[in-house]
């Protein structure tokens, strides 16, 4: 397990939608955080500024690990640290975050996830590490010391044999069964849980009263069609249809009445406490 602090780095570009909520759980399991901008075209640099992130700019086209282990040596970043460096592309999750961070309590000193979207099989002790499109990276202070001593040809097998090195191609994301928040659900399921959380009185007898009248207004004709004699089941059930109708009528009144008199209530209090404020200023 490395006993250094580790320090977080964010790899991407125009991810202003996702910046803050990656920094903050950034925050919460690193001792420092670092964004490597790509060349972004929206305000994910000034957010990531505003949020007291460290930013460095990358400006080539194309970008490799060794060249991103120069860029980190090169900057006024302390050099006591471990560093995490995360790719963010469409593809990654924040939820992925927990199982990467676990790269730092393994003790490597390089360890680079790469993505093989063309599914070859390849063999680890041969890749170029130029050339990987990785997932995520880990390197301690030696480890990354020797990642920017890198060229476009070194392999795993360049590395001294003091260092432990590994370099796998990254697992399948993990799929865990999510719960649909409110902010993603469908704009009723939002009308339906405010209604359930403020007790709204057009909710509870509404629109029960809307189902009962309109149930009793329906039931009311086939029921005069249906009984061509009087006796008590047709006395009863047309009774029943008649106080359905007249108590669905009801709940809609009582439901508009609450309504009504919720909103002058809420009118009194503003304009109350608007008038106590300006007593005391006085």
């Known amino acids: 397990m ?3 602090p580790l320090r977080l780095i964010y790899v991407g570009r125009d991810i202003e939608l996702r910046i803050i909520s990656l920094l903050v759980r950034a925050s919460e399991v690193a001792e420092e955080t670092v964004f490597i901008d790509l060349g ?3 305000q994910t640099v000034d957010l990531a500024t505003e949020f007291g992130c460290r930013t460095l700019h990358y400006v080539e086209n194309d970008f490799t690990t060794p060249d991103l282990a120069r860029l980190i040596s090169n ?3 302390g050099d006591n640290f471990a560093n995490l ?3 963010i592309n469409d593809d990654w999750r924040l939820r992925e975050l927990p199982v990467v961070v676990n790269r730092s309590r393994e003790g490597w000193d390089i360890y680079i ?3 093989n979207q063309a599914n070859q099989e390849l063999v680890a002790e041969e890749l170029v590490i130029g050339s990987l499109d990785f997932d995520h990276i880990y390197v301690s202070s030696k480890g990354l010391e020797e990642l920017a001593k890198a060229n476009t040809m070194t392999s795993t097998l360049n590395f001294p044999s003091n260092l432990r090195v590994r370099v796998i191609e990254s697992s399948d994301k993990i799929k865990l069964p999510q719960r649909e928040s409110l902010a993603t659900a469908s704009r009723f399921a939002q009308l339906f849980y405010w209604m359930l959380e ?3 009185p057009l909710f509870l007898f509404g629109i029960p009263g809307l189902v009962l009248f309109i149930l009793g207004y329906q039931l009311s004709g ?3 069609d249906t009984f061509n004699e009087l006796n008590s089941v047709s006395i009863g059930v047309t009774l029943t249809t008649i106080a359905m109708t007249l108590i669905g009528l009801f709940a809609m009144m009582v439901a508009l009445i609450l309504y009504i008199m919720g909103k002058q209530v809420e009118q009194i209090q503003s304009q109350y406490n608007w008038n106590r404020n ?4 006085l």
Do not use: E, F, M
């Open 85 to 87: 460096i995360i790719h």
């Open 75 to 77: 900057s006024s970043l």
């Open 222 to 224: 086939n029921v005069i």
């Open 40 to 42: 972004s075209n929206d």
């Open 198 to 200: 403020t007790k709204h």
């Open 278 to 281: 300006d007593d005391k200023t």
């Open 2 to 4: 490395s006993k250094q």
């Open 113 to 115: 996830a790469y993505n």
